[in-house]
């Protein structure tokens, strides 16, 4: 007999590996054809022709090249931005305790649970032309136009995005950061050391694994975001999501959409591959 | 089971005994097992006699959780067949084998009270109510937990636990129970009582097979009728635990169960019928049981710490001279190591009359009974 | 335990009170204002008025939240239930086939939910399956993106229960099938309602691929508020996102407690 015969259930794991199977025809058919048929309609144009000509042309258009260029440094400043802020909330959280601090946390924890649209809502009412931030300036300073005006640029979007993904990465870093041995951190500060080289030499590296883990998490969400994108509306700010919306909707050039998809999912497959082997690698 | 066995033990008499099932056998028949082309259980055959404990022990790693497994029908064996009770069991699952296990968690239902815990087996057994409730109590009963019937397994203390984890397999009258490391979660403290609990147990319920796991050698000592020694894989030695604590077959179960002196010797004269055989260590003649020893052949000289003794009497008509090298007083017994041509003998003693120096010269003496021969290459 | 002086750490909490008021509760806080006012020019709002939630609870604002809540019902019950059977499957096979299968089930999580709406229009507007307008569609592309977050939620379940549980189960008698639901599913409970919150709260704020594929008569919440918002109507907008964010964290609430009564039942 083989060595297979040494797995728990013994000669039935032929007919035991086909009780996954109803999960994963469902995948198939619902995830996985779609995807095919994708890469299929990316060199099909609207008469199923083989039409390659078409898709060189929208990976060369104006559009496409700004949009993935957008996206590019969108989503790598939204998560500088995210790791930077939940760090610092992580380590305040975690190590400069204050009455209440669990709550916070909860409370911070609560955004990955709402949609991401309305953080730009939010930011309308704030930021907008007609906003708190800009009605405030206007009557301190008696201005007759509105001053701020970066909601409606990239900035608008990435500080969105840092709103509603900084949680992702705190979430590990607080996990990370009660793993810390809080013993060695005031043996470390008896000897004299000071806060920023505890940090930096005690806590940081200890929470390096959850800090790429949940970094290379926001590259992936801020690289396929959508709705922050489409409620701020401005002209000038379109990523490869929207734009496989305005192609498929607004214009109904579904090669294109396609095309420009397939880019997406291969970029964000990329950032998955990198995001898993990251988790594995450091155990986060 | 059918709803009938049930229905028919309850009638049995009550107390302990009615926690029994029909004793069984449990047999290995060239039985191995291996893990992705690895071979973990080399070929064995074994067989554990009904009503019997055999306590199956080895260093970590040599396979006897494999054992237990197959047995359990977790693992499925690469070549050989079980057989319990008579009956080839390699192909059926587990639930339909009549087992109970304990394993070294306990692995006690944490959403489930202690009764519901209990009861488990029955359960899944589609036993009726009555029945269930009347087990349960017994079982309770048997492991003295009676009290603790409604508590959730967090609210136990870890010999609370274990008690509840035999009285669940208790509980199916399983016509084996499989042990692995069921004490060794526990204090030292805990053990002690528990393997004397265990111990009672069993006599109490004499019909129960028990297959023992245990890394523990104290433990197998004191409960088990016969011990099998498992070395990589293998089977290096099995007999009745007082034969095989006295007469190990080699050099790996003389110094696995307890401590040994293996003193290197040279076989004087052959075996005369006389059961007694004489060799020379070094300059020192001895006589040894024995039986066909042939003249001239090496072999070592088992002899435990505590059959060595410091004062000649009658019984202990072996001697051997060495040095004292160490001396360790701990309270109730005080161990000696001396060297005697270049290799070192442990002795026990309980009562010392004069307490020797170290670097003094130092007599031991041994009964001929009190000591077996080795082949040199027995083990390998 | 890093600040010891007292004004060291009144200057850190300063700043964290600072940073965590303008970036996590002013956002709330103004939704919530605007939700309740008639004009917002100045610095703060002007008038109060229930208006807006008015207009929500009826009409199309009203069918907003049907559709949303009947949605994200269906697509995480489906999606539990997919999710554990595969968790379940894969984990009685083992082995490197299975973890191979394992992290294909995660990979829904990592497309972008607008191509997996493309993707869904563009294969089920043709033969042999053809669901475009139907309301189907919508729980689909909702199914297939949180898929990935229930079976992750009871893998990880899974991944912490000692398989001695199940052995010490099968070999007291349980069969498999009793094992499974006396046994497993119990001890992975908190697991399950858990995926089931979290898929709920993301199919509740999902866009993109319902944005891509929803027929005109089953416009879920953020479709609706994206609808209002960009015909200017922010007040209303604010409103229906106040409505959203109130269903989702009740029924968050609410699952919590199930699961902690649930769990409290299971032991009385
Ligand atoms: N599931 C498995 N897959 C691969 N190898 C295994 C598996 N289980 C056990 N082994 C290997 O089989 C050998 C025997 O393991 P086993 O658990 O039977 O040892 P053991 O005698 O019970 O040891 P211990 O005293 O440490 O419990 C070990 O080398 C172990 O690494
Ligand atoms: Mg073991």
Known sequence: MSDAAASPRGVKVDLGALWVAPPLIALAVLFLYPLALIAHAAVYDATDVVNLPAAWATLGSRAFVNALFNTAEIALAATAGSLALGLTLALIIAFVPFPGATFVARLIDTFIALPTFLATLAFTFLYGSAGVLNGALVQAFHLSDAPVHFLYSAWGVILAEVTVYSPFVLRPLLAAFSQVDRGQIEAASLLGARPWRIVRQIILPAALPAAIAGGSLCLLLTVNEFGIVLFIGAKGVITLPLLIYDKAIQESDYQAACVIAMVNVALSLGLFGLYRVAARRLGA | ?380 | MLVWSRSGKAMVWSFAALVIGVVFLAPLAVILAASFARQWNGVLPSGFTLEHYAEAGGGASGAAVFASLTTGVVASLVALISGAWAALALRAQGGGAARMLGVLFFVPSAVPSVSVGLGLLVAFSQKPLLLNGTTAIVVIAHFVLISAFSFGNVSAGLARVSPDFEEVASCLGATPAYRLRRVTLPLVAPYLFAAFGLSFALSMGELGATVMVYPPGWVTLPVAIFGLTDRGDIFSGAALTIILVGVTLLLLLGIERTSAIWAQARNG
């Open chain 2, 1 to 380: 089971m059918t709803l009938a066995a049930f229905v028919d033990e309850a009638a049995t008499v009550s107390g302990a005994a009615e926690l029994r099932g029909a004793a069984s056998t449990v047999a290995f028949d060239r039985v191995s097992v291996a893990y992705r082309g690895a071979v973990v259980l080399k070929p064995l055959t074994l067989e554990v006699a009904a009503g019997e404990i055999l306590a199956m022990i080895g260093p970590s790693g040599s396979g006897k959780t494999t054992a237990l497994r197959a047995v359990a029908g977790f693992v499925r064996p690469a070549g050989g067949r079980i057989r319990i009770g008579g009956a080839d069991v390699t192909d059926l699952p587990p639930y339909a084998r009549g087992l109970a296990m304990v394993v070294q968690n306990y692995a006690l239902f944490p959403h489930m009270r202690v009764f519901d815990n209990v009861a488990f087996g029955l359960h899944a057994r589609h036993a009726p109510k009555a029945l269930i409730e009347e087990r349960v109590a017994h079982a309770l009963e048997v492991v003295g937990m009676s009290q603790y019937a409604r508590r959730l397994p967090r609210e136990l203390s870890g010999g609370q636990q274990q008690r509840v984890a035999i009285a669940r397999a208790l509980a199916v009258r399983p016509k084996v129970l499989l042990l692995d490391e069921p004490l060794s979660a526990l204090d030292a403290q805990i053990r002690r009582s528990m393997v004397e609990e265990i111990a009672r147990l069993h006599a109490e319920l004499p019909d129960l097979t028990i297959l023992y796991v245990t890394h523990d050698q104290s433990e197998a000592l004191t409960l088990a009728d016969r011990i099998a020694i498992l070395r990589d894989g293998a089977l290096s030695a099995v007999g009745r635990t007082g034969d095989l604590y006295r007469r190990p077959p080699n050099r790996f179960s003389a110094e696995f169960l307890g401590r040994a002196n293996l003193l290197p010797v040279v076989v004087e004269s052959a075996a005369d019928g006389s059961g007694l055989v004489a060799v020379r260590a070094g300059e020192e003649r001895l006589v040894v049981a024995g039986a066909d020893e042939p003249a001239g052949a090496a072999r070592l000289l088992c002899v435990r710490p505590q059959n060595l003794t410091l004062a000649p009497d009658a019984a202990h008509a072996n001697r051997i001279a060495g040095v004292l090298r160490e001396i360790h007083w701990q309270g109730e017994l005080t161990h000696l190591v001396a060297e005697v041509g270049g290799a070192l003998l442990r002795v026990v003693a309980t009562r010392l009359p004069t307490i020797p120096a170290r670097g003094e010269r130092l007599e031991m003496f041994f009964s001929p009974a009190d000591a077996s021969l080795i082949a040199e290459d027995a083990d390998v």
